[in-house]
């Protein structure tokens, strides 16, 4: 399946953004989606990740309670809405998809789509 991220942009920090995956091919609403972000001189870390039918829900420590993952299958999109947001929340975010049951680690990922940039400020 193929992916494409965005929604990036940059902001001030305690402002929100959304980010938008979405996928081609009509199978896309069978895949689990997780959303990933890498920072400069950092590796890629996991942020979130739902299941094909937004069933099952994962988020980092850092995401929960800022971060909301969710998907509209009917639109083959999968958000990822980011509130409260901290400078340290600067990064690369990209968004991988694999068959149904979604995992926290990244190698369990078969595709992925082009990460989006989100800077934030203080």
């Known amino acids: 399946v193929q992916l494409q991220a965005s929604g990036g942009g940059s902001v001030q920090a305690g402002g929100s953004l959304r980010l938008s995956c979405i996928g081609a091919g009509r199978s896309f609403k069978n895949f689990a989606v997780g959303w990933f972000r890498q920072a400069p001189g950092k590796e890629r870390e996991f942020v979130a990740c739902?299941?094909?039918?937004?069933?099952?829900?994962s988020y980092s420590d850092f995401a929960k309670g800022r971060f909301t993952v969710s998907r509209d299958n009917a639109q083959n999109t999968v958000y990822l809405q980011m509130s409260s947001l901290k400078p340290e929340d600067t990064a690369v975010y990209y968004c991988?998809?694999?068959?149904?049951?979604?995992?926290?680690?990244?190698?369990?990922?078969?595709?992925w789509g082009e990460g989006t940039q989100v800077t934030v400020s203080s």
């Open positions: 991988a998809a694999r068959w149904m049951v979604p995992k926290n680690e990244a190698s369990e990922y078969t595709s």
């Open positions: 739902l299941s094909w039918n937004g069933g099952m829900i």
